[in-house]
């Protein structure tokens, strides 16, 4: 053994002495605190005084016992859940339902959790228990970042965050923020974990917490390290080291972890070593079989640096097991690398190519339920769906600020006042009905002078086709080979005429809105059918992701007149040999359909000119058929009365997507 190893294992042992009597003097601290509940409970029960605080303290005394003695987490939530019930305390009962949820997830049984999630969500929400819904929120999420639902973990993080601002809850919004931008980092989304990150400092520094403040710094260190900025990633570790070392366990072995992972970024191997045995030493004073995971995959990943294969063999193994106990997804995924990096450099070819064909199945299996691009596209609508909720109660509060102004001013408002306001507003109400006189005889103009061209040529082409074979210049064979491109010519026009009813209707207010409950992929189907022979003829490659039960609230009718414009336009103005997509994404109140071609698509002065509604453009599609424009009007109008609405992204010559959004 060279001086210098012998030199790192004295520096091993007195650094490991150092932590064990850090540990020490916390773990005395913690367990005064648990033996005080414990001491509290049993005089509860001596006394047969079996109160609402009795329950509390059970359900305080259960989560002491988390990472610490798993088993005693279980015995004390579940004694609180069967008393809740005999005394039919609500909240009592949720609380336990929401540890027992966090019990099961920790071990592994995702499905059995989420079972315990809803029934706690269940019973906060009728209670009306804000802070306790939000703290559903927060575990049933973690549980979902675990199983590899992203996109449900980005739904109801934003959940939980909204309600924690909502009611200025302001300690469990940090908690979301935090765990959130875990969640990002997780991912690769290293600006978006930073940003939340920092909101969740700005909440620790609102609410003065120390060490909730040093935990989101000892993350924001560790997404520093993978942005590579390695000078704010060492003093943010170094801050928090600092921070733990007093009376926080757990978070004192992330810190070491955080430092752990600045060695090995910088090459620095032994060092690295050290900062994660110390880590692991402190864990294992706790039961945190997630933390123990990290450790061991940190510890494989040093081993393969320092060409130790034998113990790198060994903690992949370990650490492989663990994430298929707990059911880590994500985990799983950096087992699988590192044994077939450790396959690899043993030469056994056979062996890394079997590791790499299951981390490669895995990662597709992740990424088919969602991707880093679907994870932003859920944040910006869910960001959008706040926005316009927040705009809504500021113009209200605007709106009953107005009324008391209104109604205290009344008094004081002379009879010439409001003669001469009954005047103006009666003035103003005309002009705005001259007005819409004059745009809707423009735009009557501009539809009937557009869909008269476009239905000229094909009645005409009609006509003269009936005539020829009628006086016989032409054969039954020759009609027969025309017969399918007069039959599209006749659908198109067929449907301009109802395009044409539709918005005549709209414009005259008489159309009517009778709403029923949908299969999306049903209705889907069946207009996809009617037009088989055009995307056969196209070779258009037809993929559809809609779940077979998803479902919206919408007028049948008006869903087929919007999904055989946007369908038709899609396969019309696509180019041969394309595809097609058709997607959902669902919120708590709406669905959002997406569908995306790969066609000769719009500027941008077009699509403007569409969502105003203020012209109808006409475009050549891609086989030189006529388009009126009308059609995309038309959904408009029709989503609006159906409290939807339509968002269009297109690009010449790249393509266009649709989205439209529907009520649940």
């Given at each position: ?343 690899r450099k043993k030469s056994n070819t056979a062996k890394a190519l079997f590791y790499l064909e299951q981390y490669k199945s895995v990662k597709d299996s992740l990424n088919s339920k969602i991707g880093n691009n679907s994870i932003r596209l859920a944040k910006a609508k869910l960001d959008f769906e706040r926005n ?25 408002v002379s009879i010439f006042m409001i003669i001469i306001f009954l005047i103006f507003k009666n003035s103003k109400s005309q002009k705005k009905i001259n007005d819409e006189l004059t745009r809707l005889n423009d735009s009557k103009n501009r539809v009937f002078s557009t869909i008269g061209n476009d239905l000229k ?182 989503l609006e009365l159906n409290k939807g609405r339509l968002e269009i992204e297109s690009e010449p010559n790249r393509g266009s997507c649709f989205y439209i959004t529907l009520p649940n």
């Open positions: 053994m060279s001086l210098g190893q012998k030199a790192i294992q004295l520096l091993i042992k007195n650094s490991f002495l150092l932590v064990l009597i850090l540990i020490s003097l916390n773990l005395i601290s913690q367990t005064k605190e648990r033996d005080s509940l414990l001491t509290k409970v049993s005089k509860y029960e001596s006394e047969k005084d079996f109160s609402e605080k009795y329950i509390d303290d059970l359900v305080l005394l259960s989560y002491q016992f988390r990472y610490k003695r798993p088993d005693s987490l279980k015995l004390y939530a579940t004694k609180a859940l069967r008393n809740s019930k005999l005394l039919d305390y609500k909240k009592g009962e949720a609380s336990a339902l929401l540890r027992l949820g966090d019990y099961y997830s920790d071990i592994g049984k995702l499905n059995v959790a989420v079972e315990y999630f809803e029934k706690a969500k269940k019973i906060a929400k009728s209670e009306n228990d804000f802070a306790l819904l939000v703290d559903t929120y927060k575990s049933e999420a973690l549980q979902q970042v675990f199983s590899g639902k992203s996109r449900e973990a980005v739904m109801t993080y934003y959940q939980g965050i909204t309600l924690a601002k909502d009611h200025e809850l302001f300690e469990q919004e940090g908690l979301l923020r935090h765990n959130l931008g875990f969640f990002y980092w997780l991912n690769k989304l290293y600006d978006d974990a930073e940003k939340e990150y920092l909101i969740a400092d700005s909440l620790w520094i609102l609410i003065k917490d120390k060490n909730h403040k040093a935990a989101t710094m000892s993350n924001i260190a560790l997404n520093a390290i993978d942005k590579k900025d390695f000078e704010l990633a060492k003093r943010y570790s170094d801050m928090c080291v600092a921070t733990f070392k007093e009376d926080q366990p757990l978070w004192f072995s992330r810190a070491q972890r955080v430092q752990s992972r600045w060695y090995l970024e910088q090459r620095l191997y032994d060092e690295a070593l050290l900062r994660n045995l110390e880590s692991e030493k402190i864990l294992n004073t706790l039961n945190n079989s997630r933390d123990q995971l990290e450790v061991d995959i940190l510890f494989t990943r040093i081993y393969l640096e320092l060409n130790d294969l034998e113990n790198a063999t060994k903690k992949s193994a370990t650490a492989f097991n663990t994430a298929q106990k707990v059911k880590d997804i994500n985990s799983l995924l950096q087992c699988y690398e590192n044994l077939e990096k450790i396959e316009q909720a927040d705009l809504l109660q500021a113009n209200q509060k605007k709106l009953e600020k107005q009324k008391v102004i209104a109604g205290t001013s009344l008094g004081l040529q094909p009645i005409s082409t009609l006509q003269e086709l009936l005539r020829l074979y009628r006086k016989k210049n032409i054969t039954a064979k020759e009609l027969k080979n025309i017969t399918p491109k007069l039959k599209e010519n006749v659908d198109d026009s067929a449907i301009s005429l109802n395009n044409l009813l539709f918005w005549a209707q709209t414009q005259m207010k008489t159309l009517r809105v009778v709403p029923e409950v949908i299969y999306l992929k049903e209705a889907f189907n069946e207009i996809c059918s009617i037009y088989q022979e055009q995307i056969i003829k196209k070779n258009i490659n037809i993929q559809c992701s809609i779940p077979k039960n998803t479902i919206v609230f919408v007028d049948r009718e008006h869903l087929n007149i919007i999904l055989k414009n946007i369908i038709s336009n899609a396969i019309k103005f696509s180019n041969s040999n394309k595809k097609i997509t058709f997607d959902v994404l669902q919120s708590l109140r709406t669905t959002q359909m997406l569908i995306c071609d790969k066609g000769i698509g719009m500027d941008k002065e077009i699509v403007s000119k569409i969502l105003s509604k203020e012209n109808i453009p006409s475009a050549n599609r891609t086989n030189n058929e006529k388009g009126t424009g009308l059609g995309l009007i038309i959904c408009q109008e029709l």
